[in-house]
């Protein structure tokens, strides 16, 4: 079984490999119209990290989310 909490912190390691660590709170809590209005923290508890990791994969092919 997926432990969400290790899943969720092994996203905020990648993430901040792209962008600068003192930003990625807020974003974590911001509405995104790209999960559908969600913030990222609630598509985690939704269980649908796996959008995040297809936002992170198109960040780094250099494609817009």
Do not use: Y
């Amino acid at each position: 079984m997926l432990n969400l909490e290790s899943e969720k912190q092994r996203f905020l390691d990648a993430l901040s490999e792209l962008v600068d660590k003192e930003r990625i709170p807020s974003w974590m809590d911001r509405q995104n119209d790209a999960f559908e209005g969600l913030t990222p923290n609630k598509v985690i508890e939704i269980g649908r990290i796996d959008k995040l990791w297809e936002m992170m994969h198109d960040m780094r092919d250099g494609m817009p989310s």
